[in-house]
């Protein structure tokens, strides 16, 4: 007797690619339109493309994952801005909310992590030179992550040409001219409250710098409580974020419809070149910068690879390299780090040395000065360097941080807030990348500091034992 036959249920994989060709079908229509090479009603081209948009959001329903629904938002929004560039205007209050609820993170994320990176790991009794050597290696790593940010920029000029919204025009800063002297006092915090009000993210930094030094240097007894404190509000900070990620597809969908319903479809040519700019500078990143170091320090390459591709791929999946970090650690201890060196390097690396990160700060740090028509001295972009080198401190791997610093430096310059909302629109695609460098900055700093310190232990696997 023949088992009756079931038809197979189709795959994500099939459906994300019958979304694709249905949408990149729809585009060459929708082009071939525009050209004039045929002549098609619009309500025709638009219905074709809300039905190929319809396959990109059953495959969102199916995959159940809030990265896909964040990519399929931004393509929803695209479409609502470009048919309905009235409604899509309205829809920039929801963009502002999803703003505001990142921006209430800023202070409690940094001075969590901070104050455990610095309390929890920075007796100088117990790490000695270990501590100073990775300081210094994520130092020099990470300055060379925000220089390559700031050419790749000055080179593509990915934010020329963008129109800014009219009722912005009015609330364009103008920049005060500032001392040295001025810019340097301003780092200090004379009220922590009130720098946490404002929004000063270096002060805040500096504070949380301070106190976990201050907190190092108590006795154990009177360390652990604020300490334990300190780790609550992380992992709380941690979770509050999560809980906002939830309301991101709504308001990336509505950054993205603002952005293509006020300024058209021409505004998404700067955003796709900034996105490449990106990609092409972390992996020019990759190639001169860390791939030398693993060279120098002779790390097994083709095992090194093997080693993080889990929780590399875990980071690009989730844009959270927080997410990869157990995961990472346990590789990088099978790999033969030894554990005081992972359990050090790792976490404080997660606080310090965000390689993709800080390349992504000096980078649309200033796509928004071009954007808004600023132009920035290399004195000026060099100053934007070295402040970003203080704030870019402290992010974890928290998604979307990265955004909430970038805020707090566009105030600290008095750049124009609007371009910002234009890169809501990719930043889940700049963030899969940037989040996979930082991850892979850090193991590979893990290997380099063991290496450094003479403990690396190569594994049968790895190599011959000497």
């Known amino acids: 007797m023949t088992a009756p036959t079931t038809t197979p249920k189709p795959t994500h994989g099939k459906i994300l690619a019958l979304a694709a060709a249905g949408i990149l079908f729809t585009l060459a229509l929708s082009y071939a339109a525009f050209a004039g090479w045929i002549a098609l009603p619009e309500t025709l081209l638009a219905s074709a493309r809300w039905i190929a948009i319809g396959g990109f959001i059953f495959y969102a329903y199916r995959r159940k994952s809030l990265t896909t629904w964040i990519l399929v938002s931004m ?4 479409e609502i801005g470009h048919d309905f560039p009235e409604f899509a205007v309205g829809l920039q209050l929801l963009s502002k909310i999803f703003l505001r609820l990142i921006k209430t993170i800023i202070a409690p994320l940094l001075f969590a992590t901070l104050v455990v990176g610095i309390a929890g790991h920075s007796n100088l009794k117990q790490v000695g030179r270990m501590g100073i050597k990775a300081l210094i290696y994520f130092e020099v790593v990470t300055t060379l992550a925000l220089f390559i940010g700031l050419a790749a920029i000055n080179l593509t000029r990915a934010g020329d040409g963008v129109k800014p919204p009219l009722e912005s025009h009015e609330a364009l800063p103008v920049a005060a001219k500032q001392s040295a002297g001025d810019v340097v006092l301003h780092v200090f915090p004379e009220n922590v409250a009130k720098s946490v009000a404002e929004g000063q993210v ?82 020019f990143f990759l190639l001169v910068v860390l791939l030398p170091v693993a060279l120098i320090a002779r790390v097994p390459l083709r095992e090194f690879v093997r080693a993080i591709a889990e929780p590399v791929s875990i980071a690009f999946a989730t844009t959270s390299s927080e997410a990869a970090l157990p995961r990472a650690m346990e590789a990088m201890e099978k790999f033969g780090v030894p554990r005081q060196i992972v359990s050090f390097v790792l976490p404080t690396g997660y606080s310090f040395n965000l390689d993709g990160s800080t390349l992504y700060l000096a980078l ?37 941080a990265t955004l909430v610093i970038l805020l707090g430096t566009a105030a600290s310059f008095n750049l124009p807030v609007w371009p910002i909302f234009l890169i809501i629109g990719i930043d889940e695609l700049m963030d899969m990348a940037r989040t996979s460098v930082n991850v892979i900055g850090n193991c590979l700093a893990t290997v380099v500091i063991a290496k450094w310190e003479g403990e690396f232990e190569d594994q049968p696997a790895v190599g011959s034992r000497q």
Do not use: C, W
Request: glycine fraction near 10%; charged fraction near 10%.
């Open 364 to 400: 649309a740090t200033m796509f928004v000065a071009q954007a808004a028509g600023i132009h920035l001295t290399f004195g000026q972009q060099l100053i934007i360097v070295l402040t970003l080198m203080l704030t870019s401190k402290g992010v974890a791997g928290v998604p979307r």
């Open 75 to 78: 393509i929803v929004g695209a």
């Open 202 to 283: 270096l002060q805040v930094v500096v504070f949380s710098i301070l106190f976990g030094i201050a907190l190092a240097l108590l006795s154990e007894e009177k360390r652990r409580p604020m300490l334990r404190f300190a780790e609550s509000l992380a992992d709380t900070m941690f979770k509050f974020t999560n809980i906002v990620m939830f309301f991101a597809p709504i308001g990336v969908g509505a950054a993205m419809a603002y952005a293509v319903g006020h300024m058209g479809l021409g505004i998404l040519k700067n955003l796709f070149l900034l996105l490449g700019t990106l990609y092409i500078a972390l992996l």
